[in-house]
């Protein structure tokens, strides 16, 4: 059984600090790793892919990929209450005709 | 591009009741996913479309569930005989190769 493991959280950050996600995963087969953000009652939204060890930016957010640990993770500076969210980190096996597996998401919740 | 589009957004039913539901992928994706997500959870793979072949389905995916894409172009999903427990969002991802998928904003039913 391929799992992808979260937190659940609730995660609380003041306005302005860096927020911290973290993932496992179980299968080393896996080679795409993603960020989907949920807001309640909505669908999930791509934010952030990475294919490769190390880190990815885009603009407040950085994908951290540590293929050996089988760990991701997402730091978002400078945190906006608009960022309060639940996180899903998702992987795929390309060979696996790329469907995903989630995990559960860590709500994120950031105080004004 | 208009993005993943899915139809209808919200439906209640009641048991025992056959429901459809549809799906529009972003028109040159060639692969198209259905997932079903519960309150707290991640979504969950059902099955997946490579143009009009269906590659996989999950074991979650029972007898009263099936999916077509004829022409490979949009995407059914009908749940036939509804029970309480399919509760849930049905939501539709599309993407090119298997790489990032996107979904639609989901189609929230309700079993009464």
């Known amino acids: 059984q391929k799992e992808v493991e979260q937190n659940s959280g609730p995660l609380s950050v003041p306005e302005g600090a860096i927020a911290s996600l973290n993932c496992t995963y179980s299968?080393?087969?896996?080679?795409?790793f993603f960020w989907y953000r949920q807001y309640s009652g909505k669908s999930p939204e791509l934010i952030m892919s990475i294919y490769s060890n190390g880190d990815k930016e885009d603009g407040r957010f950085t994908a951290q990929l540590n293929k050996a640990s089988q760990y991701v993770s997402l730091l978002i500076r400078d945190s906006q209450p608009s960022d309060s969210a639940t996180y899903l980190c998702a992987v795929n096996d390309y060979n696996q005709g790329g469907k995903l597996i989630f995990g559960q998401g860590t709500e994120l919740s950031v105080k004004p | 591009d208009t993005g993943v589009s899915q139809d209808p957004r919200h439906k209640i039913t009641k048991r025992g009741q056959n429901v459809t539901f549809r799906c529009d992928p972003i028109?040159?994706?060639?692969?198209l996913y259905w997932y079903r997500q519960t309150l707290g959870q991640g979504p969950e793979f059902l099955t997946y479309?490579?143009?009009?072949?269906?590659?996989?389905k999950s074991r979650l995916l029972s007898d009263r569930f099936s999916a077509e894409r004829p022409k490979g172009s949009f995407s059914t999903l009908e749940i036939q005989r509804t029970e309480q427990g399919d509760s849930a969002m049905y939501l539709c991802a599309s993407s090119q190769e298997g790489i990032e998928a996107f979904f639609g904003q989901g189609t929230r039913l309700t079993v009464v």
């Open positions: 028109s040159e994706h060639n692969r």
């Open positions: 299968d080393r087969g896996s080679q795409s």
């Open positions: 479309f490579q143009n009009e072949a269906q590659l996989e």
